[in-house]
């Protein structure tokens, strides 16, 4: 069903959770770190945090963004912590509602998640001005699972041999996903469907497993082409993180359901399984593994501990494994990225040999 | 290390007997923790800042948080070679001084070789990340504190909740139970020392003030570390009469004090001559840290999971920014400031990423604030020309503002 006029929510983590946002009858709209607005969170916030978050604030500072009917944070981590302060402080008159995001992925913790949920759902839906319902709820992860299977279907088939235009054309995919209404969102990816039944067209480059936070410019992925790397598989949280599918099961309350599933789902490094302290660096290695993949690339935003921090571990358990690990830190910007381009070379040239 | 800390506690045991000071004590007790530390004889917990130690005291687990080691090297002129070792194995030098220091020692085997380590999500996920890392590091059991960002009730009765589930985490871990007495007896001793730290703080407030130089350095932060114990009270009644004395006597702590100094967040731990300098030259004393301050309320002792809970989430770094800046609003009447010194430590992203707000906050009360932009615990690139000459101009504003507050 076409909505007669589209009313956007802001969002900027992947751990959002999308389905609520669009059972309230809002589209979810990613404030992704790209456009050209100009440098000024740094003096706000601090210049040594996280590029990603300081893009977003660059953003709202320069108004370079759609009508937004209101704003959903998450407590992930400083860096967007302190982005949920400075936004009320900016732009004092947006609607912003902050939702903490446990640490863990415990009983306990799904139930206090579960709470944040319940919190988020009548606030959107108080804005909203529509009545909450255990049927919209339902409904809004169906459509969102529905659209996790179609891309997994297009990670299918770049794992086997490429989609047509590779990564960065399932890259632009996913940045329309995140920032326009879910029926545009079908229409695009059936169309990417179709090709498909065309025949594999791989790039001939060195399969590899990309991972890290947050990756949404397309000519990054045209670059690594360019230098010879295939991606095959990635785990980034501006990719397939944001559309893994929820799991239901039997007649558990709705949000509980919900909780549990984005928690539980693949994570970003911030969040912890305490009985198996840097278990990252073994699913990094499980992924890749899994994959075929012959390296692995590890991207992350300058200034990101989250991340950063457990880079080493995960260097060290795929050296042990065998596999070749590139670390590239960027500020979001290709200028950074292009920077890289003759250590991406010099990585595949390694990895040919 | 264990050598080192015994030969120190020989020292500052002998220092004390011939000059009893409060910082002579405090030292002493810190070190002394050290000694406990080190010693293959006692239960040890690596931890997050906002740990509640009190409870582990009354368990009998020697505990600390992993920033306190790394400041701990970083005094001692010795973070150096660990720093290093952290990049070395792949740790990015943007990140916290404090944790590289701990990471590094931990990988040359110089950190205490923990039973348990709890991680807290406050004050920072860097400080998360460096805790989970020593936890597989040592190869030793990690439990995560999952600290709410606000004390609704049902936040309260969430964290209480993980507090319990923390004693019998550490319990099962190293088999020590925690003995209700105990536990009972470790939170009079706690709000004993909250009543002694309120006295020693509104003495601190005096025009002019008692603390010089590094009196309290960190003392906010350390301090819990002692709490549930009676040293703790012992420290904080040392200083109170040092402080009441100078009082008594007409001593401030800086003579002839002109200007009165907010620190913000962390001091820097390494040596270094601007506090010094600052005294000297410019009659300025430092008179508070922000973290020197009783934000907390007594704990009931006969529930006392709930009130440390409560203090958990009431630490001024922990959620909303507005907290932090409503307490350094507070502060700064309180101690009657002239300007603040952030030194906006590189790498801690929770703080700095504060740093305009805190600016901002300072403005409406139309005080001054310098950035410093420094590592507390990396003196690799300490530019100290480069800071004292910033540090000089800044009090040449102070001293051309009209109706300055603070004379003597």
Known sequence: ?353 | MKQYFDDAVSILEARLRDNYTARGKYNLELTRLGQRLYSASHRVALCGVCAPFDLLNAMGINSCFVEFLGGFLAAAGSAGPFLEEAEQIGFSAESCGFHRTAIGAAAKGMLPVPDVVIATSSPCTGGVAAVEHLAHTFGCPLYVLAIPPDDSEKNVHYLADQLRSMVDFVAAHTGVTLDEDRLRDAMHKTNEAREAAIEVYDLAQRVPSPVKGIDLRAFGLVMPLFFGTETAVEILHAYRDEFAARLEQGIGGVPGERFRLMWLQELIQFKHPLIKMLERDYQAAIVIEELNNIYWDPIDVDDPYVGLARRAIAFPFNGSVDRRLKQIQKLVQAYKIDGAINPCHWGCRQGTGARGLIGQALKELDIPVINLEVDCADSRNFSEGQLRTRLEAFMEVLGSRPGRRSTN
């Open chain 1, 1 to 353: 069903m076409m909505r007669e006029k589209t009313s956007y929510i802001g969002f900027t983590c992947a751990y959002t959770p999308l389905a609520l946002i669009d059972a309230a009858s809002y589209t979810p709209y990613r404030i992704l770190p790209m456009g050209d607005a100009p440098d000024q969170a740094g003096q706000i916030l601090h210049d040594n945090l996280c590029p990603h978050v300081k893009r977003v604030l660059d953003r709202a500072l320069y108004n370079d963004l759609p009508e937004l009917a209101g704003v959903v944070l998450l407590n992930s981590c400083d860096a967007m912590r302190r982005l949920a302060d400075a936004w009320s402080k900016v732009r004092p008159h947006d609607r912003v509602i902050l939702i903490d995001l446990p640490l863990t992925s415990d009983d306990s913790a799904v139930s206090y998640f579960r709470r944040e949920l319940s919190q988020l759902t009548d606030t959107l839906f108080h804005w909203s001005g529509r009545p909450a319902s255990q049927e919209a709820l339902a409904a809004g992860i169906e459509r969102y699972n529905h659209v996790a299977l179609l891309f997994e279907a297009l990670r299918e088939r770049l794992r086997d041999g490429g989609v047509s235009k590779g990564a960065a054309r399932l890259q632009s995919l996913y940045n329309m996903a995140v920032t326009r209404p879910l029926d545009e969102t079908y229409l695009m990816l059936t169309g990417a469907m179709e090709d498909l039944s065309a025949p594999a067209v791989g790039n001939g480059g060195v399969p590899i497993f990309l991972f890290g936070n947050v990756l949404p410019d397309p000519e990054a992925f045209g670059l690594f082409e360019s230098c010879g790397v295939r991606i095959v598989d990635e785990d980034l949280c501006t990719g397939s993180r944001v559309f893994a599918p929820i799991e239901m099961e039997g007649a558990e309350e709705i949000l509980s359901q919900l909780a549990r599933g984005i928690l539980r789902r693949p994570r970003c490094a911030r969040t912890l399984l305490p009985m198996q302290p840097s278990a990252i660096a073994e699913e990094v290695l499980t992924r890749a593994t899994a994959c075929k993949a012959r390296g692995v690339i590890a991207c992350s935003a300058k200034f990101c501990d989250p991340y950063n921090a457990r880079i080493p571990g995960v260097r060290e358990v795929l050296r042990k494994a065998g596999l070749p690990m590139l670390h590239i830190e960027g500020d979001c910007t290709m200028r950074s990225f292009g920077q890289q381009r003759t250590r991406i070379e010099a990585f595949t040239e390694m990895l040919r040999r």
